[in-house]
T-cell receptor, first 112, second 114 residues
């Protein structure tokens, strides 16, 4: 089955700096890659996703890039703010009827 | 308006007991899920239902039994609770029958087995 790994497990950045979180996946058949943000005491919430027919997608300060050859995708957050502090999960799926396999999560801390 | 709600929010119980967690979504979604998040934050799917039919059943002990009385509700019953069942359980829902649609998570139920 699919295996998704996230690196690093924790990341601390200064407010205003950029943060990059990387994920790798094992199954080349995967074609859907969402990112979820989980704030303390809450459930995960989708922040952006990408499908395998595109290489990059942006939404304001957030962007995701996908490299299908290398089987990795990354979340980029620019101009980080304290409210960006949370646990971020990447996930992968092989298609409409396949479950999401989540990475182990990364804790992002934005220092004011 | 709460999109996906779960009750209870906290559940503390003794080993061997039977307990239930309830989930309701008011989004009109067709698919609902149960996830388990362990103490290391690892999030793993347990079950998925589409229009009351079971479509994903991961390697979960038989002590866990989901029940979907209608497509807006997915409850989780756990028999003979064990220490290792302590975790946060999240319910989620998504539109349509494709599992690659956005999943909306509930606030979680924090289960502690003593």
């Amino acid at each position: 089955g699919e295996n998704v790994e996230q690196h690093p497990s924790t990341l601390s950045v200064q407010e205003g700096d950029s943060a990059v979180i990387k994920c790798t996946y094992s199954d080349s058949a995967s074609n859907y890659f969402p990112w979820y943000k989980q704030e303390l005491g809450k459930g995960p919430q989708l922040i952006i996703d990408i499908r395998s027919n595109v290489g990059e997608k942006k939404d304001q300060r957030i962007a995701v890039t996908l490299n299908k050859t290398a089987k990795h995708f990354s979340l980029h957050i620019t101009e980080t703010q304290p409210e960006d502090s949370a646990v971020y999960f990447c996930a992968a799926s092989m298609g409409p009827n396949s479950k999401l396999t989540f990475g182990k999560g990364i804790t992002l801390s934005v220092r004011p | 308006d709460t999109a996906v709600s779960q009750t209870p929010k906290y559940l503390v119980t003794q080993m061997g007991n039977d307990k239930s967690i309830k989930c309701e979504q008011n989004l009109g979604h067709d698919t609902m899920y149960w996830y388990k998040q362990d103490s290391k934050k690892f999030l793993k799917i347990m079950f998925s239902y589409n229009n009351k039919e079971l479509i994903i059943n991961e390697t979960v002990p038989n002590r866990f039994s989901p029940k979907s009385p209608d497509k807006a509700h997915l409850n989780l019953h756990i028999n003979s609770l064990e220490l290792g069942d302590s975790a946060v359980y999240f319910c989620a829902s998504s539109q349509g029958t494709r599992l690659v649609e956005t999943q909306y998570f509930g606030p979680g139920t924090r289960l502690l087995v003593l």
